[in-house]
C-alpha cells in the first residue's frame, strides 16, 4: 500500500508541474496600466477546465504528502 501512495504522489507531481506550465501567463505587462488588460480577461471553458484539473491534481498530491508525512500508511 505504501509503495502504492508513492506512486500516487510521484505522477500526481509530475503530472501537476506540466498542468501548471500548461496555463496561460496572467501577467498584465505594460497593459497593466490603465485597466486596458481588464477588457481581454474572459476565461475560456478549456481554461476553467484546466483549473479544476489542477485544482484536482493538487488535491491529490497534497492528501498524499499528508499521508505519506504524518505515517498514517505503514
Not at 508541474?17 to 476565461?43: E, R, W, Y
Not at 484546466?50 to 498530491?61: D, H, P, R, S
Amino acid at each position: 500500500m505504501l509503495a502504492f501512495v508513492w506512486t500516487i504522489q510521484v505522477v500526481s507531481a509530475i503530472l501537476l508541474t506540466v498542468l501548471i506550465l500548461m496555463h496561460s501567463p496572467k501577467g498584465d505587462g505594460i497593459a497593466g496600466i490603465g485597466n486596458a488588460a481588464q477588457m481581454f480577461s474572459s476565461q475560456k471553458s478549456a481554461e476553467k477546465g484546466l483549473n479544476k484539473l489542477t485544482a484536482i491534481v493538487a488535491g491529490v498530491f497534497i492528501v498524499c504528502v499528508f499521508v505519506l508525512g504524518f505515517g498514517l500508511i505503514k
